[in-house]
C-alpha cells in the first residue's frame, strides 16, 4: 500500500477540502467550538444512565481519542454526536448548531461517520460506497452524476486507494476497507469526523497507516473524535484523550497529561505503565509517550 | 474506470428486445399471425398510421393477445421492481415480494370471493384489499413487537403468510369440490387468461405511479443498503425511505397478484439477473429489473399458453424456470451472500 508517499502532509495541505469553508467562514466572528457537549445526560429505555453529564468542547484540527473500558459509554456518545440518539438532557451542538434540531441530510453535511466495519451483502465497488459520501449534497430525487463518481475517485486517489475503485467492497482487506470508508467520509465534506474503533479489525501496519491518514485529516482543519482500545493511539496520535468511565467523563485534557499510569490503572482496573520514549526525528529526536501493561509477575505488590 | 456506467446502452438494448419480444408474442398461438400483421394493426390502433387490417386478425390482436400481453408485461414488472426493492431495503437478497405475507393475504381474498361467488371485478378488489391487509398487519407487528427492526417485520410476514395461508387452506377445504375448489386451485396457480383491457385500467395506473415513486427513492434506497446507522449519517431519513418502499412495493405486489394470482420466483429472480447485468445499485437496478422481469414473464406467458393445448399455469412454470436458475445464479454469486 503506497500510502505514505501519496498522503504526506504536505500534499495533503496543498488540496484544501472544502470542508474548511466553515472554519474559514467565521473566522472573523465569535469562536463558536466545531463540537460542543454541554452536560450531556442519556438514558437508555431500559437500562440506567449511559451518559452522565457529558461536557466537552474539540476545536478544528484537533484529535480527540475516547478511551475507556467496554460500557463507559464511548459509542453511546458518538451516536449522541450522529443524531442516532436522542440525549435525554443537555445538548450536543456542531459549529453553533444543535445536533437534534438538524435533519439527516443537514447534520451530516457537518458530521461524517467511519464505522467499524460495513456490511452487505450486495456486491458494491468501492467506488460505489465511496459515492455515497455525496448523498447528502444531491438534490432530493437525484442520484449521482458521473461529476460525482470523478469527485469520489479523487478522495480514493488521496488516500492512495483509487486502483482499487472497482473492486467488490466485501472482497477487499480490512484496511482496505477502511480507507475506502474513510474515502467515503472525505467525500461528504464534513468538517468533523467520527471514528469509531477505526483500527479493531486491523493489522499493525494498516493501524499505523489508518491513523497517520486520520492525524493529517486533523492538519486539513478537520476535527476528528474517534474512540480506541489502545491508550497509546492516545499518546501518539491524538491532541485530546478523554477518559470514560460509567458513561462519566474521568478525565479530559492533554493526552501527555491525561493518560498516565495511575490514570489507565484505575480506568481499566490492570497495572499500566506509561513511559517516554525518544524517537529519532529530524531535528535530533523527540520523546513521546507509549504506555506498557504490567504483567503480574513483574507487578511490585499485590495490587500494582 | 467505469465513471460513466455502461447501463444506459444496455437498458436501450434490453428496451429493443423488449419491443420485439412483445411484437413476435402478439404473433403467437394458435391462430397464428405474422410480424408484419402484428405491426400494421398495432401502428394503426396505437398510433393512428396506415390503413390497418381488419376482420378477426385485428379482433385477435385488440380483443385477445393486448390484454394478456399487457397484463404480463405490468405483472412481471411489478413483481420483479417490487422484489428488487424490498431485497436492497431488507439487505437481504433472498427476500421476494411475498416478503410481507401479501400474495398469500392476496390469495386468501381471492379464495373468499370465489368461494361466495363475487364478480371478477369484486375478486380483483377483494384480492387486492386482502394482500394490503397483510402488509398492514405484517407491518403492525413489527412496529408493535420489535419498535420497527427490520428482522421482525419479516417475522411478521412469514407469521401473516402462514396465517392467510391456512385461511386459504380453510376456503379450499369449505369449497364444493365440483365447482368452487378447481376454481380456487387454478386462482393460486397463477394465469393471465382472465385479463381484460377494462380490467388492467386501475393496475396499470397503480403499478405505473409506484415505479415512478420507486424511481424517486432510488438513491437513499441504495444507501440503505449499506446499513441503517450508516445511511442516517449519510443523510437518509430511515423512517421515511422504509415507508415509501413499502407502501410502493406492497401496492404493486398486491395489484400483480389481483391480476394474475400468485405468480412466484420472478420477484426473486429476476431483481438478481438485474444485479448481475448493472451492480447492486438500486437507481442503476430499476429500469432493468423491471424491463426484465417484464420480457420474462412475457416469455413464460408464451409458453404458458402455445406449449400445450392447455392454458399452462403461470405459477408453476415460474417456479420450474426459477429453481435451477437460482441454483446456477447461487453458484456465481453466492459466496458474496453468505
Known amino acids: 500500500m503506497a500510502l505514505t ?27 463558536i467550538p ?16 449511559r451518559l452522565t453529564g457529558v461536557t466537552l468542547t474539540v476545536e478544528e484540527s484537533e484529535v480527540c481519542c475516547l478511551l475507556g473500558p467496554n460500557g463507559a459509554g464511548k459509542t453511546t456518545l458518538l451516536k449522541c454526536l450522529l443524531g442516532l440518539l436522542r440525549p435525554r438532557r443537555g445538548t450536543v451542538q456542531i459549529s453553533g448548531h444543535d445536533v437534534v434540531a438538524l435533519s439527516a441530510r443537514e447534520l451530516a453535511r457537518l458530521v461524517a461517520y467511519v464505522p467499524q466495519s460495513a456490511s452487505t451483502p450486495f456486491p458494491f465497488t468501492a467506488l460505489d460506497i465511496a459515492v455515497m459520501g455525496r448523498t447528502p449534497h444531491l438534490g432530493a430525487l437525484a442520484s449521482p452524476s458521473p461529476a460525482d463518481r470523478r469527485g469520489a475517485l479523487e478522495q480514493l486517489d ?17 484496511g482496505e476497507r477502511q480507507l475506502v470508508l474513510l474515502a467515503r467520509a472525505l467525500v461528504q465534506q464534513a468538517p468533523v469526523l467520527i471514528l469509531d474503533e477505526p ?98 509477575r513483574l507487578a511490585p505488590g499485590q495490587n500494582g | 474506470m467505469r465513471l460513466w456506467p455502461a447501463d444506459s446502452g444496455r437498458t436501450i438494448l434490453l428496451g429493443v428486445v423488449l419491443l420485439v419480444l412483445v411484437v413476435i408474442s402478439f404473433g403467437l398461438g394458435r391462430y397464428s399471425l405474422s410480424p408484419v400483421t402484428v405491426v400494421r394493426i398495432l401502428a394503426h390502433e396505437v398510433a393512428g398510421i396506415g390503413a390497418g387490417v381488419q376482420g378477426q386478425d385485428r379482433a385477435v390482436v385488440m380483443n385477445i393477445r393486448l390484454p394478456r400481453i399487457l397484463a404480463a408485461l405490468l ?40 368461494l361466495i361467488g363475487l364478480p371478477t371485478a369484486a375478486l380483483q378488489t377483494m384480492s ?123 401496492l404493486m405486489t398486491a395489484t400483480a397478484v389481483s391480476i394474475a394470482g400468485i405468480i412466484g420466483w420472478v420477484g426473486l429472480v429476476v431483481p438478481h439477473l438485474a444485479r448481475f447485468a448493472v451492480g447492486p445499485s438500486f437507481n442503476r437496478m430499476l429500469p432493468m429489473t423491471t424491463m426484465l422481469g417484464a420480457a420474462y414473464l412475457l416469455v413464460v406467458d ?37
Request: proline share 5%; hydrophobic share 45%.
Open chain 1, 5 to 31: 508517499s501519496e498522503t504526506t502532509p504536505e500534499a495533503a495541505a496543498g488540496t484544501p477540502p472544502e470542508a474548511a469553508r466553515g472554519a474559514r467562514a467565521k473566522a472573523g466572528g465569535p469562536a
Open chain 1, 34 to 49: 466545531r463540537v460542543q457537549l454541554d452536560d450531556l445526560t442519556f438514558t437508555y429505555p431500559r437500562g440506567g444512565h
Open chain 1, 158 to 174: 488521496r488516500l492512495g486507494v483509487a486502483r482499487l475503485a472497482d473492486r467488490s467492497f466485501a472482497q477487499l482487506s480490512g
Open chain 1, 199 to 296: 483500527t479493531a479489525a486491523l493489522d499493525y501496519g494498516n493501524e499505523v497507516r489508518i491513523l497517520q491518514v486520520v492525524t493529517e485529516l486533523a492538519q486539513d482543519d478537520h476535527s476528528v473524535i474517534m474512540t480506541s482500545h489502545q491508550p497509546s493511539h492516545a499518546l501518539t496520535y491524538s491532541d485530546r484523550a478523554v477518559l470514560m468511565k460509567d458513561g462519566q467523563v474521568v478525565a479530559n485534557g492533554h493526552p501527555d497529561e491525561v493518560v498516565t499510569g495511575e490514570s489507565l490503572s484505575s480506568l481499566y482496573g490492570v497495572p499500566v505503565h506509561v513511559t517516554g520514549v525518544d524517537l529519532p526525528t529530524l531535528d535530533g529526536s523527540r520523546e513521546v509517550r507509549t504506555c506498557v501493561p504490567i504483567p503480574a
Open chain 2, 75 to 114: 405483472v412481471g414488472a411489478a413483481l420483479s421492481s417490487s422484489g428488487a426493492a424490498y431485497q436492497t431495503m431488507f439487505r437481504n437478497p433472498l427476500v421476494s415480494p411475498e416478503v410481507l405475507g401479501v400474495a398469500a393475504g392476496a390469495g386468501f381474498g381471492a379464495s373468499v370471493s370465489i
Open chain 2, 128 to 250: 387486492f384489499g386482502c394482500g394490503l391487509l397483510a402488509a398492514v398487519l405484517a407491518v403492525t407487528i413489527a412496529r408493535v413487537v420489535g419498535r420497527g427492526s427490520l428482522i421482525i417485520l419479516v417475522l411478521g410476514g412469514v407469521i401473516i403468510g402462514a396465517m392467510f395461508n391456512a385461511l386459504i387452506s380453510s376456503a379450499q377445504y369449505l369449497a364444493n369440490p365440483e365447482t368452487t375448489l378447481p376454481e380456487i386451485t387454478f386462482w393460486l396457480f397463477g394465469n393471465l387468461g382472465r385479463a381484460s383491457m377494462h380490467s388492467l385500467i386501475l393496475p396499470s395506473m397503480i403499478i405505473g405511479v409506484c415505479l415512478i415513486v420507486l424511481y424517486a427513492v432510488r438513491w437513499p434506497l441504495t444507501v440503505l443498503a449499506t446499513g441503517d446507522d450508516e445511511a442516517r449519517s449519510l443523510g437518509v431519513n430511515r423512517t421515511r425511505i422504509w415507508a415509501v418502499t413499502i407502501t410502493a412495493s406492497t
Open chain 2, 302 to 338: 408464451d409458453v404458458a399458453r402455445t406449449a400445450t393445448t392447455l392454458d399452462l399455469p403461470l405459477g408453476i412454470l415460474t417456479a420450474l424456470i426459477g429453481a435451477p436458475f437460482f441454483v446456477a445464479l447461487l453458484a456465481k454469486a453466492g459466496r458474496q451472500w453468505l
